[in-house]
Nanobody, 123 residues
Framework: QLQACGGGLVQAGDSLRLSCAAS????????MGWFRQAPGKEREFAAA????????YYADSVKGRFTISRDNAKNTIYLQMNSLKPEDTAVYYC??????????????????WGQGIQVTVSS
């Protein structure tokens, strides 16, 4: 089970931090990620991390502004979002999976999904 929180309404340039706590079977996953879906668009990859090495991966659209991190003791990942833009407005989903790192940006690599949380950035 994945429990995500931290969304909200902010202005352009502001920051938000999302968190996602894994429990049960999802806590044994080796990869966790954040995807997002804007209105009228398909779900897209945003950021991911693997539990063991802490390797991080980012979509080009968020690179340099978003930071994904993990707290192994708490089975929790975070997405620090800085310099938010109106185009970052979307429902954000955290996900967990067991997969090779070469697939870490694919939604199909994840088999557990948290509830979506709304992030709205006003201009």
């Amino acid at each position: 089970q994945l429990q995500a929180c931290g969304g909200g309404l902010v202005q352009a340039g502001d920051s938000l931090r999302l968190s996602c706590a894994a429990s049960g079977r999802t806590s044994s996953s080796n990869i966790m990620g954040w995807f997002r879906q804007a209105p009228g668009k398909e779900r897209e990859f945003a950021a991911a991390i693997n539990w063991s090495g802490g390797n991080t991966y980012y979509a080009d659209s968020v690179k340099g502004r978003f930071t994904i991190s993990r707290d192994n003791a708490k089975n929790t990942i975070y997405l620090q979002m800085n310099s938010l833009k109106p185009e970052d407005t979307a429902v954000y989903y955290c996900a967990a999976g067991t997969s090779v790192l070469s697939s870490i940006t694919w939604a199909s690599a994840y088999n557990s999904w948290g509830q979506g949380i709304q992030v709205t950035v006003s201009s």
